[in-house]
């Protein structure tokens, strides 16, 4: 079973950017799909973001399609989403996900293999 622990979170000025990093344990990183998730107070948890396990495909919210990107690097265990011209609404705790099945990464009701803890991102104005 693969374990995640996200980092990047904080506080930014809108406008600004952040990247946050995802790192996996395990050897068997890239049999997992990727996505992240985010989930601001008083909402249900949302999609964010999704890249396959070669980083072939990804998938986008409508919400951050060209603002997001996200990446992985195989050798380092690591998915990493960078996030440009942030708004107050993009503040959330930001989860990253792995699942073996690249189209549940999308859903943020499905049973996902592994999830991490979370990291903040407060977006002022």
């Known amino acids: 079973q693969v374990q995640l622990v996200e980092s990047g979170g904080g506080l930014v000025l809108a406008g600004g950017s952040l990247r946050l990093s995802c790192a996996a344990s395990?050897?068997?990183?890239?049999?997992?799909?990727m996505g992240w998730f985010r989930q601001a107070p008083g909402k249900e948890r949302e999609f964010v973001a999704a890249?396959?396990?070669?980083?072939?495909?990804?998938d986008y919210a409508d919400s951050v399609k060209g603002r997001f990107t996200i990446s992985r690097d195989n050798a380092k265990n690591t998915v990493y989403l960078q996030m440009n011209s942030l708004k107050p609404e993009d503040t959330a705790v930001y989860y990253c996900?792995?699942?073996?099945?690249?189209?549940?990464?999308?859903?943020?009701?499905?049973?996902?293999?592994?999830w991490g803890q979370g990291t903040l991102v407060t977006v002022s104005s």
């Open positions: 395990g050897r068997t990183f890239s049999i997992y799909a």
């Open positions: 996900a792995a699942d073996r099945n690249y189209y549940d990464c999308r859903n943020p009701s499905a049973a996902l293999d592994a």
């Open positions: 890249i396959s396990r070669l980083g072939v495909s990804t």
